[in-house]
């Protein structure tokens, strides 16, 4: 199969929004991915606007670079991003923006609307088909079958069901809507570690199930009534007390996941894909105060979100001299995920790096 081309800009200061601006700007141009985007055309941005006590997040004065390109082509650029399963500032549309526009995503900053695609409560959902070997129809933000062209801007973290994550996690994730969030994760039910749990309730009060309940003084999981939707990890950020059942089926949840993406992906005609492998953090943009494992390495872009992974995933553990996803996460191997999005035709793991 032909190699996928991959561009990469270097940035050797992060925090320097104008070289990272600058280097921003040099990917969009010289890599010609936004050749495809045409006038009058909806061109969804897709990001993570972070969460509460994050700052991994792209910064939202780079953005504008991007936004500013769309509109050179007369196209409509809006940001976007959907609801969470967890009861946190992204549940629903109204926290969802008061949380991106505290975070700098105003359009007086972007130069663009926000839209949070799957409504207020996530309602405006929808069902695609998907030929997959597990699922056969996903749950997904409704307008997705409406953009024109969508841009994936994804920050490069760890993950926990995934080891590493990037473009991927940023569509098949990121486009779900809650119940389609919960079917890929269903498969990893957690359970928690009672000599490190000091019963402080936070998973009982973010359990969207009520699964969570006061055993022996401490927190317990009733599995018949947990749904695998794995918030209760991200509540427990500060005790590491809820692991998740690997052997239940991490692998499962990563074939699930890019079964989403492989439905998503074919509701949208035109698709580019950014990441920024600056400030890596060994959590995703979900956990708050998650430890930055590498920094300073690029910006990559590709039509191939398979290949932009690979690429991006190969960088980092270039600068890092060793496999900090997998020192955080030891069994959510993300190139299971690459090889079975490459069976599945989603991308190619096998690339061309061209420096720009
Ligand atoms: S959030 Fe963690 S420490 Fe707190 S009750 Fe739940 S498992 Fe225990
Ligand atoms: S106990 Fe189950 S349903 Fe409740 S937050 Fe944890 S994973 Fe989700």
Redesign the pocket.
């Given at each position: 199969m032909k190699k996928s081309k991959v561009y990469f800009t270097p940035i050797d200061d992060s925090k320097d929004i104008n070289e990272l601006k600058s280097a921003f700007g040099k990917i969009i141009t010289q890599s010609g991915l936004l050749n495809n985007v045409g006038e009058g055309e909806f061109t969804a941005i897709k990001l993570h606007f972070g969460e509460e006590d994050t700052d991994g997040y792209v910064n939202p004065r780079a953005i504008k670079v991007l936004v500013d390109a769309i509109k050179k082509k007369n196209a409509k650029p809006f940001l976007t991003d959907t609801n969470v399963l967890y009861k946190g500032m992204r549940s629903n549309a109204v926290d969802h923006l008061n949380l991106a526009y505290s975070h700098g995503f105003g359009y007086e900053t972007t130069g663009a609307p926000l839209i949070i695609a799957d409504g207020i409560f996530g309602e405006n959902e929808k069902s695609f088909s998907v030929k997959g070997h597990h699922l056969t129809s996903i749950k997904t933000a409704a307008p997705i079958q409406y953009f024109d062209n969508m841009i994936s801007v994804a920050h490069c973290t760890g993950h926990m069901n995934t080891g590493y994550a990037g473009a991927l996690k940023n569509i098949c994730m990121g486009f779900a809507s809650r119940a389609g969030k919960q079917i890929q994760h269903t498969s990893t039910k957690p359970t928690?570690n009672g000599d490190?749990?000091?019963?402080?309730?936070?998973?009982?009060d973010l359990c969207p199930e009520n699964a969570?309940i006061e055993k022996n003084g401490?927190?317990f999981i009733d599995k018949k009534k947990c749904t695998g939707c794995s918030e209760?990890i991200i509540?427990?950020f500060?005790?590491f007390?809820?692991n998740i059942s690997w052997s239940e089926g991490i692998r499962l949840s990563q074939e699930k996941m890019v079964e989403y993406a492989l439905g998503i992906l074919s509701q949208i005609k035109n698709k580019v894909f950014f990441n920024f492998a600056v400030h890596v953090t060994s959590d995703c943009d979900c956990m708050p105060k998650s430890e930055v494992i590498a920094d300073n390495i690029g910006i990559l872009a590709s039509a191939d979100p398979v290949a932009l992974d690979k690429a991006s995933h190969d960088l980092i553990l270039a600068k890092m001299g060793k496999d900090g996803f997998k020192d955080r996460y030891p069994e959510a191997d993300c190139k299971r995920m690459f090889e079975y999005a490459g069976q599945m035709g989603l991308g190619n793991m096998e690339y061309i790096l061209q420096k720009i």
């Open positions: 928690i490190k749990c000091v019963l402080c309730k936070r998973c009982m969570i401490k927190a209760c509540a427990c500060k005790h007390a809820v």
